[in-house]
């Protein structure tokens, strides 16, 4: 399975961002698939988290309400869409999935995941 994360880039505090990744090389409806990201210095950190069919989902507290994740399994990809966002969201987004997953499952750790996006850096200006 490859990954391929877009979509980040700058914008202003408030502001809103799509992030995509799309995945190739596999079965995609049997992905369980999420969202992480990192900052200098710091671990890999949860940020979402969407099961195979896409019914359900999960984010990280500092997320919640303002970011969504969605996915098209029609189209093979997995999307990000972060709104309000502030300075503390800057970071390297990364997307990743598991071939381990059960059809209901959400994976909260990045030990969780064999496949892993290149990162889309994301910069939140204040």
């Known amino acids: 399975v490859q990954l391929q994360a877009s979509g980040g880039g700058l914008v202003q505090a408030g502001g809103s961002l799509r992030l995509s990744c799309a995945a190739s090389g596999g079965r995609f409806s049997n992905l369980g698939m999420g969202w992480f990201r990192q900052t200098p210095g710091k671990e890999r950190e949860f940020v979402a988290a969407?099961?195979?069919?896409?019914?359900?989902?999960d984010y990280s507290d500092s997320v919640k309400v303002r970011f969504t994740i969605s996915r098209d399994n029609a189209k093979n990809t997995m999307y990000l869409e972060m709104n309000s966002l502030k300075p503390e969201d800057t970071a390297v987004y990364y997307c990743?999935?598991?071939?381990?997953?059960?059809?209901?499952?959400?994976?909260?750790?990045?030990?969780?995941?064999?496949?892993w996006g290149q990162g889309t850096l994301v910069t939140v200006s204040s």
């Open positions: 969407i099961n195979r069919g896409g019914r359900f989902t």
């Open positions: 990743a999935a598991t071939a381990r997953a059960i059809l209901s499952g959400l994976y909260y750790r990045a030990s969780d995941y064999q496949y």
